[in-house]
């Protein structure tokens, strides 16, 4: 979750902004795959965006009986990389769901954002990815009816540095889609980031906890951190939310970051937390360890009893 966040936010902060969408050199004509569901042959093929010569090639969309081809407003390819966003994103009208061929790339994730971008009332999720082989994906929306923009990420051998076709890369594109029916919201998912590994030493970049996807945002909620290390030392803080608003359905706190250094000089290896989280008057209380030997930074919390 949080760094899907992070991802949102490179790509949309760094933004360089040239007509419709990111890109120079001539549009992108790539050869249809027929899926491997049933779905009407196109009738018509659309084409959005501009590709650049060093870039990859585009998202296949498929829905109803048409095929858009969207060129990426951001990438990592080949021998470069480029950082856009897409300022007039097409519209796929309401089809209940789409299918997207990306062959060169392994891992599809998709972001829908109702509203204005980092608003109170904007809602992010993420949509349903479903890996149909031969390169397609099915995408289905979740969470309320409403006007979403979609956010296409696809990836390979974790996308994170420069690399020809068949090593690592990535690439980003927007959609519009206006979903008509109401589907259920994914479940309230929380995490924690703060003691980190930093060259087998505890240490700390600052206290984010992130608590996403419930059905309501709550009036009044506080979160308490207790934190206690190999040794048994212990520290207990209240956190504090962020000053901005993350969004319908969403908590944040990201301080005090003295109170997280903190607790990274307590001992070594590995850190126990608990987290008390009240909600509107009910306490949810998570209890999880970091061991520093873990992929990433944040650490995923399950609440009991369970957020909604």
């Known amino acids: 979750m949080r760094r899907r966040i992070a991802a949102v936010l490179a790509l949309t902060g760094s933004a360089l902004l040239c007509g419709t969408l990111i890109g120079c050199g001539p549009a992108g004509q790539q050869p249809s795959t027929d899926p491997?569901?049933?779905?009407?042959?196109?009738?018509?093929?659309?084409?959005?965006?501009?590709?650049?010569?060093?870039?990859?090639?585009?998202?296949?969309v498929r829905y109803d009986s048409t095929e858009l081809r969207i060129a990426a407003a951001g990438w990592c390819w080949n021998s470069g990389c480029a950082d856009g966003i897409d300022l007039d994103p097409p519209s796929i009208g309401s089809p209940d769901d789409v299918l997207v061929f990306?062959?060169?790339?392994?891992?599809?994730?998709?972001?829908?954002?109702?509203?204005?971008?980092y608003t109170c009332d904007s809602r992010t999720l993420?949509?349903?990815?479903?890996?149909?082989?031969?390169?397609?994906?099915?995408?289905?929306?979740?969470?309320?009816?409403?006007?979403?923009?979609?956010?296409?990420?696809?990836?390979?051998?974790?996308?994170?540095v420069l690399a020809p076709?068949?090593?690592?890369?990535?690439?980003?594109?927007?959609?519009?889609?206006?979903?008509?029916?109401?589907?259920?919201?994914?479940?309230?998912?929380?995490?924690?980031?703060?003691?980190?590994?930093?060259?087998?030493?505890?240490?700390?970049?600052?206290?984010?906890?992130?608590?996403?996807?419930?059905?309501?945002?709550?009036?009044?909620?506080?979160a308490t951190i207790t934190v206690t290390a190999a040794n048994g030392k212990s520290r207990t803080?209240?956190?504090?939310?962020?000053?901005?608003?993350?969004?319908?359905?969403?908590?944040?706190f990201d301080e005090?970051?003295?109170?997280?250094?903190?607790?990274?000089?307590?001992?070594?290896?590995?850190?126990?937390?608990?987290?008390?989280?009240?909600?509107?008057g009910a306490t949810h209380v998570a209890t999880a360890e970091y061991t520093g030997d873990e992929d990433g930074i944040d650490v995923p919390l399950e609440f009991e009893p369970a957020l909604n």
Request: negative net charge; aromatic residues 10%.
């Open 36 to 60: 491997p569901v049933p779905l009407p042959t196109p009738t018509e093929t659309l084409d959005h965006g501009r590709l650049s010569q060093q870039g990859p090639p585009p998202f296949v």
């Open 102 to 117: 990306i062959p060169d790339f392994d891992l599809l994730t998709a972001v829908q954002v109702s509203g204005e971008r």
């Open 126 to 160: 993420d949509a349903k990815t479903e890996d149909l082989g031969g390169g397609w994906w099915r995408v289905t929306p979740q969470g309320p009816a409403d006007d979403y923009t979609v956010d296409l990420f696809a990836s390979q051998g974790g996308g994170d």
């Open 165 to 222: 076709p068949g090593g690592s890369g990535d690439m980003f594109a927007s959609l519009r889609w206006t979903t008509t029916a109401d589907a259920p919201l994914p479940e309230p998912e929380a995490s924690l980031v703060l003691v980190v590994n930093h060259d087998g030493e505890p240490d700390s970049y600052g206290l984010e906890l992130s608590v996403a996807n419930l059905a309501q945002t709550p009036a009044e909620y506080s």
């Open 237 to 252: 803080f209240e956190a504090r939310p962020a000053e901005h608003c993350p969004g319908a359905g969403w908590l944040f």
């Open 256 to 280: 005090p970051d003295s109170e997280a250094l903190a607790a990274a000089r307590l001992g070594d290896f590995p850190f126990t937390y608990r987290v008390e989280l009240v909600v509107d």
